[in-house]
């Protein structure tokens, strides 16, 4: 995939998840389908949580995310492989698994939606600006950890992140809907 490419799949995933709360009676972003599950609302709060520490990251000079992190021996891995590789993950870790930039997760009310979705949107337009500066090289040699799949290049985790939003969506329509 692309820097292009990653960057259209960032804000077209994002667009589509803020669509699905459009369309919904505005309680939805309260609703629970268990006690030991988050509300739809808070699906949005974790992708906030987990794409600030991107942003943050892809906003440190190269040469110190290399030093700290190494630079990649191996191919980047392509998108199906990278959401093959999460989705095992994910299988693995077991039910509830959560990265720890979420692991206390605030409550929000439906008054909150536009304010949640503004920080979303801002962080993938930087993330997007941030994207598209970085070479090619850059995005296949430099690494940065991720807390369930371990160091991925930078195109990786880029990739990641769109699916990241798109499998959040994916979850809110399967488990949030019609019940």
Known sequence: MTSDQITQN??????????FFLVQNPMIWEYKPTEDKWTAGQHVIHL???TYPLLKA??????LLKWRFGK??????????VVQRYQEKLAA???????????NMPQSNAAEI???????????????????????????????????MGKMTLREILMWNTYHTKHHLEVLQDKYLNK
Do not use: C
């Not at 077991?94 to 930039?101: A, D, E």
């Not at 536009?114 to 994207?131: A, P, R, S, V």
């Open 10 to 19: 960032l804000t077209k995933q994002t667009t589509e998840l803020k669509k």
């Open 48 to 50: 906030v949580q987990s």
């Open 58 to 63: 892809l906003k440190l000079p190269i040469f």
């Open 72 to 81: 990649s021996n191996r191919p980047s891995r392509t998108y199906d492989e």
């Open 93 to 103: 870790a077991g039910p509830g698994v959560v990265g720890p930039f979420s692991r």
């Open 114 to 148: 536009d304010i949640w979705f503004d920080q979303l949107e801002k962080l993938n337009q930087k993330i997007n600006q941030k994207t598209s500066q970085l070479s090619n090289i850059q995005l296949d040699t430099v690494l940065l950890p991720h807390p369930l």
